[in-house]
């Protein structure tokens, strides 16, 4: 039965955020015993309030409360106050993701000292290496069944994914396949096998996609020592005089204010989120915001090199039906310096139904040009991109004037791509374009990014305090009780889906504050 | 009917009474040939009737029939009864595109005989209030329509029916 904790009890641990890093790390805590409340801001909707409809479902899920944007990415003319496209609900963006599960090349965590110093980025490694996440990969890709490991099948290609496949073959690729997804392919873990419903970025409504909603926080609440606190909107820290934190404030539905003491703060609330509570919690004694003696907090913001490639052919696709992510290649995944770029890219099957399509194909395009495009939807298939950006630290997630209905600063996101990005890009875009034209498209569309869904590293990780806002474990290089659980930990951003590694480092650091919290160093 | 098309109701006296595709008459634009109505209570049935020509000029869909064109611009009509500034905005926005239409072919935007002739008049206008307004609506009003949805082969709603797995998920047979 889930817990219910007095806002007095010191003794917890909070978490702020519910998804893949806290929704993981409060059910892990849970298990090992561990009294711990997780903080959502959102609500709580369970898999039957989920909607098959893209506006509608949008508007239950989707983090709509206000932002701001600046930079020369498309996304701030286009979508000025919608940066991202990511969740505020319970069970965060793993409502919403897609379920690409897959893990970090060996030489991404290492990328400064194989792509060298490149001009304007901020690389760095990161201090930890595959070989020691490679056990915790191995735990996460069991806990959420990821296709293609322990021996579970891998799901059947839908019509989207068979053009896919069949275009990239002709163009030579030859790592292709239906993917490693964290989708039921058969029954387990008492959720069904994937009914080809489409809609996997709507929630599933049969439960086969992974999520921390059902998945995870179910089990860490059987033990009794799990609590998620629904529409509990954290708006700072509290420290004490010794600059240990102690707390957190947060506001409640009707917009009330209570203070849950804690023993440890994990803060999981994404990557624009999370770096907004840490600099809207300055103090006397962090004047600059918590965690950020490096002034790194809030930097580096990364959101992958995305675009997508959508084409039409003469005959119907209908590329909705079934999976929506349920392909990929991944011969450009590798780091091929000849290529004219550093790091690599996957190329992903992906698909919107007709509104989103018209919003997002090319925002604020008009005329036949573009609604011819629309005219053949049921002719059209598509990809997505998806590959390593380079982190440069006036990418920035900091605080706007504007203020939210608590009369909290908002976040402002400011973006620009490095040119490694738009080499990367144009790369892309000719590769998928010719997958389809192997396979007689007609017409190919290289489409502008979307409001980003991976939000990264904006409290990166580093080996020294210097460089970055927490050390290996996720715990503040400046605050031996407060730690950062999501994916702006990421000290670089890799080529692959991020919410496996999310998964995997919130196993791992679940184990150290348990271990911590054991010795009673923390 | 439901409430997204409540407004449109069908005048089937006016069924193939004339060739053109709008009419004009006390309060209300007239579709003889789609046998339908929109009253309108704040805008003037000309401003209306201009609207949905420029909704169709903006996003132009063939097989898409004029009604749902009206259906995504109801709500100007229902707005601006209580929204004087919005009220305004509309029909002196299309006061200035007939503005345009005079200017260069003589006539009122609606009877602008080419497309391309009316897009070259809405590209002169398309950074304005007005056409930023109706254009991010419409993308939205628009294609948000179920109705339309068939017109384009996307089926909607898959779970209450157990999903594509044993509904043609893999069923593409040209490749």
């Known amino acids: 039965m889930a817990a219910k904790f007095d806002l007095n009890d010191d003794s917890v641990v909070v978490i702020v955020g519910s998804g893949a890093g806290g929704g993981t790390l409060g059910t892990e805590l849970a298990l090992k015993g561990i009294k711990t409340v997780i903080l959502e801001a959102g609500a709580r909707h369970e898999i039957e309030d989920f909607i098959n409809d893209e506006w509608d479902s949008f508007a239950q899920l989707a983090w709509a409360d206000m ?52 001009k304007g980025a901020n690389l760095l490694d990161w201090p930890i290496t595959l070989k020691e996440l490679e056990p915790y990969y191995e735990k996460a890709e069991f806990r959420m069944g990821v296709t293609r490991t322990n021996g579970i099948a891998g799901l059947p290609g839908n019509n989207n994914y068979k053009v896919f496949e069949k275009g990239a073959k002709a163009i030579g690729y030859q790592d292709v396949s239906t993917g490693r997804m964290a989708i ?23 439960g086969a996609k992974w999520s921390t909603l059902y998945a995870e926080i179910p089990k860490g609440e059987a033990t009794g020592n799990l609590e998620v606190r629904p529409n509990a909107h954290v708006l700072r820290i509290e420290h004490d005089a010794s600059g240990k934190v102690t707390g957190v404030v947060y506001a409640d539905k009707e917009g009330n ?9 994990a803060v999981a609330g994404n990557s624009i989120e999370s770096p907004r509570l840490l600099l809207n919690s300055a103090s006397s004694i962090y004047p600059d915001g918590l965690a950020n003696s490096s002034g790194q907090v809030g930097r580096n913001y990364m959101r992958h090199m995305t675009g997508s490639v959508y084409a039409v052919f003469d005959r119907p696709v209908r590329m909705w039906r079934g999976t929506t992510m349920a392909g990929i290649v991944r011969d450009e995944a590798d780091h091929k310096p000849d290529r004219g770029f550093v790091g690599g890219y996957e190329l992903e099957t992906l ?3 007709l509104p989103f399509m018209a919003a997002f194909l090319d925002p604020g395009a008009w005329g036949r040009e573009f609604t011819s495009a629309l005219d053949s939807y049921e002719n059209m298939a598509g990809l997505w991109i998806v590959g390593e950006d380079m982190p440069q630290e006036s990418n920035r997630v900091t605080l706007s ?23 990367m890009r144009a790369h892309a875009y000719r590769q998928g374009s010719a997958m389809y034209e192997a396979v007689g498209a007609t017409r190919t569309f290289p489409t502008t990014p979307y409001p980003s869904t991976h939000n990264l590293g904006t409290n990166r990780m580093s080996e020294t305090p210097r460089d970055g806002v927490v050390n290996k474990w996720g715990q503040s290089h400046d605050i031996p009780n407060l730690f950062v ?22 196993i791992r650091q679940a184990e150290y504050i348990a271990g911590q919290m054991g010795q009673k160093v923390i | 009917m439901k409430d997204n098309d409540v407004s449109l109701s069908r005048r089937s006296l006016l069924k193939g009474a004339t060739a053109a595709a709008f009419m004009i ?6 579709n003889p040939l789609e046998a339908w109505g929109l009253e309108v209570k704040a805008l003037k049935p000309e401003t209306m009737q201009t609207l949905i020509q420029m909704a169709r000029d903006i996003y132009p869909h063939d097989r898409i029939a004029d009604r749902f064109y009206a259906v995504a611009l109801k709500e100007y009509d229902t707005k601006s009864t209580s929204d004087a500034a919005l009220k305004s905005l509309v029909e002196e926005g299309i ?4 503005q345009l239409a005079k200017e260069k072919h003589g006539t009122r935007y609606v009877d602008v005989g080419w497309e391309s002739q009316r897009v070259a008049i809405l590209r002169e206008i398309e950074k304005e209030p007005l056409f930023q307004k109706v254009r991010s609506g419409l993308v939205v009003s628009l294609y948000n329509q179920k109705e339309v949805w068939p017109v384009f082969g996307y089926q909607g709603e898959s779970a209450v029916y157990g999903g594509y797995l044993h509904r043609g998920f893999d069923d593409i047979d040209w490749l």
């Not at chain 1, 897609?98 to 030489?107: P, W």
Request: glycine share 10%; net charge neutral.
């Open chain 1, 401 to 423: 004037s504007e203020k939210d209905q608590f009369g909290m600063r908002v976040a402002n996101v400011h973006f620009d791509d490095h040119p490694n990005d738009i080499a």
């Open chain 1, 257 to 265: 204010q209570h203070r849950q003491k804690a023993r440890v703060v």
């Open chain 2, 25 to 30: 008459s006390a309060g209300a634009v007239i």
């Open chain 2, 95 to 98: 006061a200035k595109l007939d």
């Open chain 1, 351 to 353: 698909s919107l139904g």
């Open chain 1, 184 to 206: 039921n392919s058969d029954e387990r873990d008492g959720r069904p096998g994937c009914q080809q419903s489409g809609f996997c970025f709507q929630g599933c409504k049969f």
């Open chain 1, 67 to 118: 932002r701001t944007t600046s930079g020369s990415w498309r996304v701030a003319r286009d979508f000025a106050n919608l940066p991202a496209w990511i969740v505020k609900a319970v069970g965060g963006s793993t409502t919403h993701w897609a379920g690409a599960s897959l893990r970090f090349q060996e030489h991404e965590f290492r990328t400064r000292s194989v792509y060298g110093d490149i």
């Open chain 1, 485 to 506: 659980s999501d994916g702006s930990q990421f000290t670089t951003g890799g080529a692959e889906n991020p919410t496996l590694t999310i998964v995997a480092l919130a």
